[in-house]
């Protein structure tokens, strides 16, 4: 099993900046995809950037030019560096996980850190 914990979340203002952390336990050789997933009240959860299983970073349009996606594999850690932060990016940030074991899929969630931008 992977277990997923975000922390970094806050109050800022709108034009500043944030760096979320999700720390990896468990079976972190089992993870094919990782990335950062967000969820504004009233919508769906969506895609905010993810590493692929080739290492490649994909990310939403909306955080095209903003947002950084970054790893420390010796910590086990992801990172979101958000920039040129807007009251539209307020939403709570999820960490996921696509893991593999014995041919099974699991997606795996943390439990999520609230980003609130204020105008």
């Known amino acids: 099993q992977v277990q997923l914990v975000e922390s970094g979340g806050g109050l800022v203002q709108a034009g500043g900046s944030l760096r979320l952390s999700c720390a990896a336990s468990g079976n972190t050789f089992n993870i094919n995809n990782i990335g950062w997933y967000r969820q504004a009240p009233g919508k769906q959860r969506e895609l905010v950037a993810e590493?692929?299983?080739?290492?490649?970073?994909n990310y939403a349009r909306s955080g095209q030019g903003r947002f950084t996606i970054s790893r420390d594999n010796a910590k086990n850690t992801l990172y979101l560096q958000m920039n040129s932060l807007k009251p539209e990016d307020t939403a709570v940030y999820y960490c996921?996980?696509?893991?593999?074991?014995?041919?099974?899929?699991?997606?795996?969630w943390g439990q999520g850190t609230q980003v609130t931008v204020s105008s």
């Open positions: 996921h996980a696509e893991v593999w074991s014995k041919s099974m899929r699991y997606d795996t």
């Open positions: 590493f692929s299983s080739g290492g490649r970073s």
